[in-house]
């Protein structure tokens, strides 16, 4: 091998070692922030979904499907029956709210998925179509139209009082079923800068984007700075130019901070999720269960024969209490996550356990994280 072929094996090593842990760290920043202003708009609608088969509302205790469906047939020119005859016949409407969110930049004539949700008693939305309703924003104009054909994702039947019921059959989604109507202003920026949102508060990471987008974009000349702990501020050119700049922003890879210390217990399943920055200090941890079981025997008392006793009915209690032998770990300052995961296991603790066990470990000032109950 030519002493030319070395030299480069050697730079190509050189970069492959270098590049290699900054892959596996680095983050774009397209992946962690926003752009500001850019964002969708929640759309909110009234409508009826017809041509159920007999899954519609009751209308007797939905007087509300009534009154849309008098309203909608008098627009169209119909001599309307009274209330009380079409609350007999009107099985296959129901009463929905429509709801969706408007992609940011969408023009008229564009198109996106609405969800349909009951909010009658109907059983079931299956094989229903959405006629045409108004789409509302925030601020009462209307900036879509709905309708077309639901797509629920469940079945249902029975007979005789018993149903068998697979997923959910009141909500139905229409794919590309709104259509944009108005458009909604969403300028990129405002005068000569772009500001850039974090999904999460993190100085160090905001500090590092402003400082890697410096190095890429303008070598030498400060165009981004750090505003706070979420928002970046960045001179952007104006006019078209200002596409590719953002472009280019977004794919800049930034070697991101660590996030903080964090564990999260959900009280209603029992799941406890810590991140790989929970640490401790050396703390003892005992666990034991203690249960008391309480059971009822009813029995039947007779009287003796050509007495003038009465048959009673009397009951006994009995009380059980249960005392597990409780265990006791000592854990070691700063041990990783696996290992308080698996000195919790060894003690036999259940996820509910652990709900108690953590909130002890960190009023005792033991744990070192920010503990969430969800």
């Avoid at 596996?24 to 397209?30: G, N, Q, S, T």
């Avoid at 088969?53 to 509300?64: A, E, I, K, L, R």
């Avoid at 997923?167 to 458009?183: M, Y």
């Avoid at 104006?238 to 472009?247: A, L, N, P, T």
């Amino acid at each position: 091998m030519t002493r030319v072929m070395k030299t480069l094996l050697k730079f190509v090593l050189a970069a492959l070692l270098v590049a290699v842990p900054l892959a596996a760290d680095a983050k774009r920043i397209k992946d962690l922030s926003s752009i500001q202003g850019v964002r969708e708009n929640q759309l909110i609608g009234y409508g009826l979904v017809v041509g159920l088969d007999g899954s519609g509302d009751m209308t007797t205790q939905t007087p509300f499907t009534i009154q849309s469906i008098v309203n909608m047939l008098t627009q169209m020119g119909i001599n309307v029956p009274p209330s009380s005859v079409l609350q007999t016949m009107l099985k296959n409407v129901a009463a929905v709210m429509v709801t969706a969110s408007l992609p940011p930049f969408s023009r008229p004539g564009q198109t996106f998925d609405v969800t349909v949700s009951s909010i009658g008693n109907a059983i079931s939305l299956v094989g229903g179509t959405l006629l045409m309703t108004p789409l509302k924003g925030a601020d009462g104009q209307v900036y879509a139209m709905a309708q077309g054909n639901l797509l629920v994702g469940g079945i249902g039947a029975g007979a005789k009082g018993s149903k068998v019921v697979v997923n959910h059959l009141s909500v139905g989604r229409i794919p590309s079923g709104a259509t944009v109507e108005r458009a909604v202003a969403m300028p990129v920026g405002q005068g000569e800068f772009v500001n850039l949102e974090l999904n999460d508060t993190d100085f160090t990471t905001a500090s590092r984007i402003a400082e890697a987008i410096n190095q890429e974009i303008s070598p030498g000349k400060s165009i981004a700075s750090a505003l706070d702990g979420r928002t970046i501020q960045v001179h952007a050119p104006e006019g078209s130019q200002r596409i590719e700049f953002i472009s280019r922003i977004q794919n800049i890879q930034v070697d991101t901070g660590q996030s903080e210390a964090k564990v999260i217990i959900n009280a209603r399943t029992g799941s406890v999720v810590m991140n790989q920055n929970v640490t401790l200090d050396e703390c003892a941890v005992a666990h034991g269960n203690l249960t008391v079981v309480i059971s009822s025997v009813n029995q039947v008392s007779q009287p003796a024969p050509l007495s003038d006793g009465q048959t009673v009915q009397t009951g006994q209690a009995s009380v059980d209490i249960k005392t597990d032998k409780g265990g006791l770990v000592t854990l070691q300052k700063g041990v990783s996550l696996n290992e308080v995961v698996k000195a919790l296991n060894g003690i036999g603790a259940t996820p509910q356990d652990l709900l108690s066990i953590l909130q002890s470990m960190k009023s005792a000032g033991a744990l070192h994280a920010d503990l969430e109950v969800i």
